[in-house]
């Protein structure tokens, strides 16, 4: 259940809503369709006493287009061969620069751009820092959703958006969680023979998975949420790499599926099956006590503990790398 904030003291639910009108005119949205969308929800929340966070939630729904604080120009991907897409939280700019720092020498060996979707803080000094980062950096897409776990459904579609807007000229789009460590040789010599025309994920994907019905668990999904017991094939979310061909597709069937706010489910399963992408396997290290497979260059990708261990494992694939490209 999405569960709801309990109204315990007097004035409690006007402080939310003025919060969430002030949040909106600090930030000066342009899509007035959603400005008027928040004020009805307003309106129909002023004499509840238990705001439901399902009810926050159906302000974003994807039957909309993105509306973007910001976005990085429209020729942003127009010199480059790859996209990384790089999900992270908004209020994190340390584990970005660190991601800037890490692969600036990598991006211009194999002419990528990095691109980092992020949505909406509550804090508005957290806004106002990513906008002093956006100006800092270029590289930052801010769409008008609020920028929650719960809400990574709406951070995908809008990084979609923006590709298909914008980066079809790519050969080959590559989305990656901020706790993955990835190899970026045996990465760039895997994408570099994926076929353009092909409508595709390349992931590690889960094939029969039971829906979590467990109300204590992180991944729970109620039976209102969605009645069946097993989900569609799809990709576990951390990193996967398409075409723009076949990011196109998903982004065209996303209002076509029926939504539930887990991303990896909704994004690649329950879309991809709407779009009838087909699977390819990329190989991924999901025990994040092992790195031997990752060390080894057995697995491309890999999970991880922590940043100080994305950046050993970098350094130890670059080594290696470096050394057999010389053998």
């Known amino acids: ?41 307003m309106k129909r929340w002023k004499t509840a006493s238990c705001l439901k966070l399902s009810e926050i939630q159906h302000l974003f729904q994807l039957n909309y287009n993105p509306s973007y604080v910001f976005a990085p120009p429209t020729d942003f991907c127009a010199k480059h061969d790859y996209l990384v897409v790089y999900q992270t939280r908004v209020d994190d700019t340390e584990k970005r620069d660190f991601f800037r720092r890490t692969f600036r020498s990598d991006a211009q060996q194999y002419n990528f751009t990095i691109l980092f979707p992020v949505g909406l803080s509550w804090n508005s000094t957290v806004n106002e820092a990513v906008i002093q980062e956006h100006q800092r950096c270029g590289d930052i897409l801010q769409a008008d959703f609020l920028d929650t776990y719960r809400n990574l459904t709406f951070k995908t579609y809008a990084h979609s958006h923006y590709v298909t807007q914008n980066c079809t000229n790519v050969r080959v789009v590559l989305k990656i969680d901020d706790d993955i460590a990835w190899n970026v040789k045996l990465m760039f010599d895997y994408l570099s023979n994926i076929t353009l025309e092909e409508n595709s994920l390349h992931c590690r994907t889960v094939e029969t998975p039971l829906v979590d019905r467990n109300s204590s668990s992180k991944w729970y999904v109620s039976e209102e949420e969605y009645s069946q017991n097993y989900f569609p094939e799809y990709c576990l979310s951390p990193i996967y790499a398409a075409t723009p061909h076949t990011i196109t597709k998903l982004h065209d069937r996303t209002n076509n599926a029926p939504h539930i706010w887990v991303d990896d489910v909704f994004s690649t399963g329950l879309v991809g099956r709407e779009a009838g992408v087909s699977f390819r396997n990329l190989s991924v290290n999901v025990n994040w006590h092992d790195y031997a497979p990752f060390l080894e260059g057995t697995v491309v990708a890999q999970y991880l503990n922590s940043l100080d261990d994305m950046s050993t494992l970098l350094q130890a694939t670059d080594s290696n790398n470096s050394s057999s490209q010389y053998l």
């Open 1 to 41: 259940m999405l569960g709801c904030l309990h109204v315990t003291q007097p004035g409690a639910s006007l402080t939310f809503l003025l919060t969430l009108l002030g949040l909106l005119l600090l930030l000066q949205l342009s899509n007035m369709s959603f400005y008027w969308a928040v004020m009805t929800e």
